[in-house]
């Protein structure tokens, strides 16, 4: 819980840089009704991850950029957890999945690693996923190729979209960096919009993944399949109006 109240004042403090450019730390304690010395520490971690920059009093907008995937699975790990083990209990044996590489679907291939799944196929992008999942008895397991990102620890660009579109499979398993305040499921950037993308349109039914400190999250880049998604799975439901935006953008909820 503790966690997911930080993540929520992370984001908040995000979207208020993204509006204004710079803030006071008094500006944000008044806000966010904590103290002053909350703040400083929120914003310390978001400086560790290059989120913004601390000056005198405040901080201000850096370029928007994600941060470390190090650092991003230690946060809110149990609504992660949470949500993998929703997606693992929608996995029947002998299926084909594909899964990206975000820290939530990484929960989801250690959950597979731990399952009595039979038989299946699984393609994903991310080294430390096929790693994974190759524990689980009987899977068999491709890295989709590509340029290796360093940061993402996975295959990215135009070979990786191109193997993508190949694949033909039952699920398609891919996390989201953020869902706005309109209901848009979004990323980072377009190469990985582009590629999480890529895998739904290459499923039968495509699951996005989003714990709720995503919520209210404005990122630059859409993810938008060609068809509707299968669903959107999270660890809590989110609030009423966004909850009503998803809806109205076809998105359908499936909370843990």
């Given at each position: 819980?503790?966690?997911?109240?930080?993540?929520?004042?992370?984001n908040a403090i995000l979207a208020?840089?993204?509006?204004?450019?710079?803030?006071?730390?008094?500006?944000?304690?008044?806000a966010l009704d904590v103290s002053?010395?909350?703040?400083?520490?929120?914003?310390?971690?978001?400086?560790?991850?290059?989120?913004?920059?601390?000056?005198?009093?405040?901080?201000?907008?850096?370029?928007?950029?994600?941060?470390?995937?190090?650092?991003?699975?230690?946060?809110?790990?149990?609504?992660?957890?949470?949500?993998?083990?929703?997606?693992?209990?929608?996995?029947?044996?002998?299926?084909?999945?594909?899964?990206?590489?975000?820290?939530?679907?990484?929960?989801?291939?250690?959950?597979?690693?731990?399952?009595?799944?039979?038989?299946?196929?699984?393609?994903?992008t991310s080294l430390e996923n096929?790693?994974?999942?190759?524990?689980?008895?009987?899977?068999?397991?491709?890295?989709?190729?590509?340029?290796?990102?360093?940061?993402?620890?996975?295959?990215?660009?135009?070979?990786?979209?191109?193997?993508?579109?190949?694949?033909?499979?039952?699920?398609?398993?891919?996390?989201?960096?953020?869902?706005?305040?309109?209901?848009?499921?979004?990323?980072?950037?377009?190469?990985?919009?582009?590629?999480?993308?890529?895998?739904?349109?290459?499923?039968?039914?495509?699951?996005?993944?989003?714990?709720?400190?995503?919520?209210?999250?404005?990122?630059?880049?859409?993810?938008?399949?060609?068809?509707?998604?299968?669903?959107?799975?999270?660890?809590?439901?989110?609030?009423?109006?966004?909850?009503?935006?998803?809806?109205?953008?076809?998105?359908?909820?499936?909370?843990?």
């Open positions: 819980m503790t966690r997911d109240l930080a993540a929520r004042r992370h208020k840089l993204d509006e204004t450019g710079s803030v006071t730390v008094e500006e944000l304690a008044q002053r010395e909350t703040v400083r520490r929120d914003l310390k971690a978001l400086s560790a991850g290059s989120l913004l920059a601390i000056v005198h009093g405040g901080a201000i907008r850096n370029e928007r950029s994600e941060a470390s995937f190090a650092s991003r699975r230690t946060v809110n790990r149990a609504g992660k957890e949470a949500i993998a083990d929703l997606a693992v209990s929608l996995i029947g044996d002998g299926m084909t999945i594909l899964l990206d590489s975000g820290t939530t679907t990484e929960a989801l291939a250690r959950a597979l690693a731990r399952s009595d799944r039979k038989r299946l196929i699984v393609h994903t096929a790693r994974l999942v190759s524990r689980l008895a009987g899977a068999r397991v491709f890295l989709i190729g590509g340029e290796f990102d360093r940061n993402e620890d996975a295959t990215t660009g135009p070979e990786t979209l191109r193997a993508i579109a190949r694949l033909s499979a039952d699920f398609a398993f891919v996390s989201v960096g953020g869902v706005d305040p309109n209901g848009h499921l979004t990323d980072y950037t377009r190469a990985g919009a582009a590629t999480r993308t890529a895998l739904l349109n290459a499923a039968e039914q495509g699951f996005l993944m989003a714990d709720s400190g995503k919520f209210g999250l404005v990122l630059p880049s859409r993810i938008v399949g060609d068809k509707p998604c299968a669903g959107l799975l999270v660890d809590q439901v989110p609030s009423t109006p966004l909850a009503a935006k998803l809806a109205e953008q076809g998105v359908r909820i499936h909370a843990a």
